[in-house]
């Protein structure tokens, strides 16, 4: 069964770095999206990407952040600057139109 | 806004224990609905969907559903729990078909004792 792939599983960064996590979703998926948990906190939900382009956005998702579809396959989230609050389990999701598969995230601890 | 609320924070049942996990949601329109379940250390998993139709609805692992409209619930059951049913599970709803943002409920931890 085809699954959402994330790499790297753990990324440990210097506040003020770039990072940048990468997602492979699953191959007829039309829809992709990043979330985020911090730890004890809920999923929340940062972008969803349709059609080559940013569909909705939440408020989270600020001037720091972009999204790309480089190659057809792969689906990556970019922090330019990342800061302390940056922290959490970041978790790629895509879906064919109403059923969200997610990907086994990607924590990211910010030093 | 859309909301969904998961008023157990943390469960513990024995074996061969009956659960049900609360989910409510608050949203005027149509309104899709899931469980995920996340095991230790790994991702979330799908367990089951409403979106029309029946409102009782199985998923995976002996796991049910039920969507009472009347009481914006969205309560997952299931008869007889086991110990590797040891996880976090979250309800989600979503307000249209197509590239909607799910919104999750904060999750229940479930620790089953053997």
């Known amino acids: 069964e085809p699954e959402v792939t994330q790499t790297p599983s753990h990324q440990v960064t210097q506040m003020g770095q770039e990072v940048i996590l990468r997602c492979v979703p699953i191959?007829?998926?039309?829809?992709f999206y990043w979330y985020r948990q911090i730890l004890g906190q809920k999923v929340e939900f940062l972008v969803s990407?349709?059609?080559?382009?940013?569909?909705?956005k939440s408020e989270i998702f600020d001037d720091q952040f972009s999204v790309e579809r480089p190659d057809g396959s792969n689906f990556t989230l970019k922090i330019r600057s990342t800061k302390l609050e940056d922290s959490a389990m970041y978790f790629c999701?895509?879906?064919?139109?109403?059923?969200?598969?997610f990907g086994p995230g990607t924590r990211l601890t910010v030093l | 806004a859309q909301s969904v609320s998961q008023h157990n924070h943390h469960v513990i049942l024995s074996e061969a224990a009956s659960l049900e996990l609360g989910c409510n949601y608050s949203?005027?329109?149509?309104?899709?609905l899931f469980w995920y379940v996340q095991y230790p250390g790994q991702h979330l998993q799908l367990l089951l969907k409403?979106?029309?139709?029946?409102?009782l609805v199985k998923g995976i692992k002996g796991f049910e559903a039920e969507f009472i409209k009347s009481k914006f619930s969205f309560n997952l059951r299931k008869p007889s729990v086991q110990w590797s049913d040891t996880a976090e599970y979250f309800c989600?709803?979503?307000?249209?078909?197509?590239?909607?943002?799910?919104?999750f409920g904060t999750g229940t931890r479930l620790t089953i004792i053997p």
């Open positions: 999701a895509s879906s064919p139109r109403d059923t969200q598969y």
């Open positions: 191959s007829n998926h039309l829809y």
């Open positions: 990407f349709y059609n080559n382009e940013i569909s909705e």
């Open positions: 949203y005027g329109g149509t309104v899709n």
């Open positions: 409403y979106f029309s139709g029946d409102p």
């Open positions: 989600a709803a979503l307000s249209n078909f197509g590239n909607e943002k799910l919104t």
